[in-house]
């Protein structure tokens, strides 16, 4: 085995074991909302974080329905200071108080989506999280569910994406219509093909020797 | 330990005492009969002073009100009797021969004047008892009708449901009285006419320590002749007959051991008393440890932290660490405090024994005291503070400490209060009714084991429900390890306050003159929570640090040292395995919530 060999095998190694190592940190969020199809509610989103200390951000992207969006409310959030942006387009929510929440109108039609990113400088060892959550209420103050309705803690949350201090990330879903399914990030699956494509070209020249 | 099948009894015992106070003339008598407990268990040690009219004396003991048990004459104190010198008319009888953690009733009398006094009390716990409950009291000088107040307040605290074997011991820290004169130990502390006081005292041993008004120079003459403690190394000072100093000691009380220092006599290290307090700690077996002693090293202010006893903790510090001191008990500054430091982070540069509750109770009398809430000038420290005439209440319960301070008020607005005018004798004629309010409640637990480095403990799932204004998550312990933990294991959140400990007393001082303005404290507190709490004077506003005090675990399920606390499971976690719970937290202010999970193995 010569060097150019054993360089490739390092590195198809490294690159391969980079990508697994890097947690998965984009989320697509998916929700049936046929039962609600027609009906008007609220799209409540919201970033609640244990410890301020390690700051991140958590972006809501690529929103999409066959509803209708209505207006942003401004009015019944808790605190909307640290989230930007308007639905249909990107929302940026920072952890910078223990709530950051985003209210908007709408109609439902039979589906919504969106993508759910994360970016943070990890510290481990920190019990902390951030977790960017979603909720369907047939009014602006969150008092009337419209899913998951039967939670003793949480009625209307349909949907929780964790985003913890040391950078490992975790998601649940809370009803059947709501389905979270992580997303490779770009970088990651870069990664990934390098590592791929190492190997790849390891095994072709082993076998051509 | 409950005695409640004797409360029936109990409370008969104490408004005896209270009636036959109230009807007496006073013939004959000068202080009437008060009990201190000078160990060990079987005993009990009756005091009265009479007026120089009296023929025989005699004390009748019983295990009910006919007294039967025993009967003995008990001469006056001789003056030359060593370490009682001074003693005039004082009568003193040690009774022996007792059962342990049993209710006695006794009664003085003389054959002229008649009956002095009548009484009750409860013998000390077995020595291998794990429970016991008692009280605590402090800075009582000055004002025999507030001390009245609080006494009283005291014996109908008794009187509530479950309480009555709280009424075996009160330790007192100090400043019995305005000053060492036998003219104050007369119309103060043993004022004839305060009849709630001398019930308490007819009913409860208390045994203390001397404040810096029991004290003159370092001595006192006045205080170790009422209250003759089993000093080990009293002193008499040289060219006195009957002043002394060096009035340290120590006692056993069921599974608790107390240590009283004396401020006012040498206690640096090297001296008698530091080598004397240092292997009594060594030397004692008992499980829960408490010092005890009048001048704080810190409190709220405004009577100064004492330099001396400063001096002392740092030297000490390492000692009270290494034979588990669970916390120290002080006075001076008239009011309730919790002071203490965590970690080294919030010590800062002050020499603070760490994790190591700092409680003033000094709320037993004397005129109040604002306290400095600040952190930012002399009283470094505080977590929790509050002006109030206030006593301690102490219940030990196997592994488990418990011990809350409560304002004695005569507000009844709150529905916390306790109203014990409907459980104590009717209004003596001083005190109108009394009000109890608990201030704080902090829980100290002796743990098996901080397995802390063995786990993770990791939170989850954050959602903020805005009806219920609660944040709702988890928290996952994993054991890491390849033992397993077994048992109960806890979840202490360092970092936060336990806010339900907490009490919503009201300050019925606040728009009179009761209370003394503290100097730097600008205004009347409205909070018992301090400003950047836990921080010293050196780490101000490093929120780093500092306790958060916004945010509450509303579903703790206990709380350690201030701090809450949440049973995580009941049945160990096995080796690589998780325990999930649910967190609830209210946070008035949504400002950030920081803590840091300390996980114990009970």
Known sequence: MNFLKIKFLVIAIVMFAASSAFALQSYDVTVDTSSLNGDTGYLYLQYATIDKAVASTATVSGFATDGTLGAQDTVDVVNGSAVSGTLPGSVAFQNTNSINDYNQAITFGNTLSFLVSFTSTPVANTPAVSTLSLGLYGDAFGSTPLLNVTDPSIPGTVAMINLNNDGNTSATSLDATTNVAPVPEPATCALLGVGLFGLCVYGKRRKLV | MKLTTKKTLQTLGLVSAFSLLGTSAFAGILKSPYLIYEMPNTTM?????????????????????????????????????????????????????????????????????????????????????????????????????????????????????????????????????????????????????????????????????????????????????????????????????????????????????????????????????????????????????????????????????????????????????????????????????????????????????????????????????????????????????????????????????????????????????????????????????????????????????????????????????????????????TNNSTTDINGAVDVVLDGMIDLNMIGTPSNMYATSSKITQNAGVSSIQTSMIANNPATGKSTVNASSVALKSNARLTNATGSQNGEPMIRATSNGIPAGTSVTVPLTFSNTTNAAITFNPIVFQE
């Open chain 2, 45 to 477: 040690t009756v005091l009265w002073q009479d007026s120089a009219t009296e023929t025989t004396n005699t004390l009748s003991w019983g295990t009910d009100t006919t007294y039967s048990l025993n009967s003995v004459t008990v001469p006056e104190e001789s003056n030359t009797t060593p370490g009682r010198g001074g003693v005039v008319n004082q009568h003193r009888y040690k009774i022996t021969g007792l059962q342990p953690n049993t209710m006695y009733y006794y009664q003085v009398a003389d054959d002229t004047n008649g009956v002095y006094g009548t009484g009750s009390f409860i013998t000390a716990p077995s020595e291998s008892a794990t429970s016991v409950r008692f009280i605590g009291q402090g800075d009582s000088r000055g004002n025999p009708f507030v001390l009245n107040d609080i006494m009283k307040a005291i014996t109908g605290f008794y009187g509530l449901p479950g309480n009555g074997d709280y009424q075996r011991l009160s330790i007192h820290n100090g400043d019995w009285v305005a000053s060492d004169a036998e003219s104050n130990w007369t119309t103060e502390w043993f004022d004839l006419t305060k009849r709630a006081s001398r019930a308490f005292t007819a009913s409860t041993p208390i045994d203390g320590v001397k404040g810096n008004h029991d004290n003159t120079s370092g001595y006192s003459t006045t205080f170790p002749k009422y209250f003759p403690f089993p000093y080990p190394n009293e002193t008499l000072q040289s060219g006195k007959t009957s002043t002394y100093n060096n009035l340290y000691w120590s006692m056993d009380y069921g599974p608790v051991h107390i240590t009283f220092i004396d401020v006012y006599s040498p206690l640096t290290p090297g001296s008698a008393q530091y080598n004397w307090v240092t292997a009594d700690l060594a030397a004692t077996t008992k499980p829960w440890k408490i010092v005890c002693f009048h001048e704080g090293t810190y409190t709220a202010g405004s009577d100064a932290d004492s330099t001396a006893m400063r001096i002392y903790e740092q030297a000490s510090s390492p000692i009270f660490q290494q034979y588990n001191v669970d916390f120290l008990y002080g006075g001076h500054s008239h009011n309730y405090a919790r002071a203490g430091a965590y970690n080294a982070a919030q010590a800062g540069t002050d020499p603070i024994a760490l994790n190591m509750p700092h409680m003033t109770s000094g709320g037993g009398g004397a005129p109040i005291y604002q306290p400095d809430m600040t952190n930012t000038g002399s009283y470094p420290h505080v977590i929790t503070a509050w002006p109030a005439d206030e006593f301690m209440t102490f219940d030990v319960e196997g592994n488990t400490l418990t011990m809350t301070a409560n304002q004695v008020t005569g507000q009844t607005s709150l529905t916390t209060d306790y109203p014990l005018s409907n459980t104590f004798p009717a209004n003596d004629g001083i005190s109108g009714h009394l009000y109890l309010q608990p201030i704080e409640t902090t829980v100290l637990h002796h743990f098996t084991a901080n397995v802390t480095p063995q786990v993770t403990a990791t939170t989850s799932n954050l959602v903020y429900n805005r009806a219920t204004k609660l944040y709702y998550g988890t928290l996952t312990v």
